[in-house]
Nanobody
Framework: QVQLVESGGGLVQTGGSLRLSCAASGSVFSAMGWYRQAPGKQRELVAGITRGKSTNYADSVKGRFTISRDNAKNTVYLQMNSLKPEDTAVYYC???????????WGQGTQVTVSS
């Protein structure tokens, strides 16, 4: 059974930092990444990383966020620096199963940046 368990969200002031973690289990995954959804908005890609560790980022987070992964631990991380109030959202971990290409989602973790 595939599970994605996120941790690391919370409340931080503008300019602060948070590190999100997502531990995946039950399969092997190709692409992994982080999405976010703010109230009243659509879910959007924040950052993605392939198994070979190629990365891509939303323009809004380039230079502030860093995605990384540990393939041995099946874990993906998102280091978020210089946080802004507009980064406030529920952040979801995403993983694509390597054999079937089926996508899985974590339960979401709230990130709130106060001004």
């Amino acid at each position: 059974q595939v599970q994605l368990v996120e941790s690391g969200g919370g409340l931080v002031q503008t300019g602060g930092s948070l590190r999100l973690s997502c531990a995946a289990s039950g399969s092997v995954f190709s692409a992994m990444g982080w999405y976010r959804q703010a109230p009243g908005k659509q879910r959007e890609l924040v950052a993605g990383i392939t198994r070979g560790k190629s990365t891509n980022y939303a323009d809004s987070v380039k230079g502030r966020f860093t995605i990384s992964r540990d393939n041995a631990k099946n874990t993906v991380y998102l280091q978020m620096n210089s946080l802004k109030p507009e980064d406030t959202a529920v952040y979801y971990c995403h993983a694509q199963q390597i054999v079937t290409d089926r996508a899985y989602w974590g339960q979401g973790t709230q990130v709130t940046v106060s001004s």
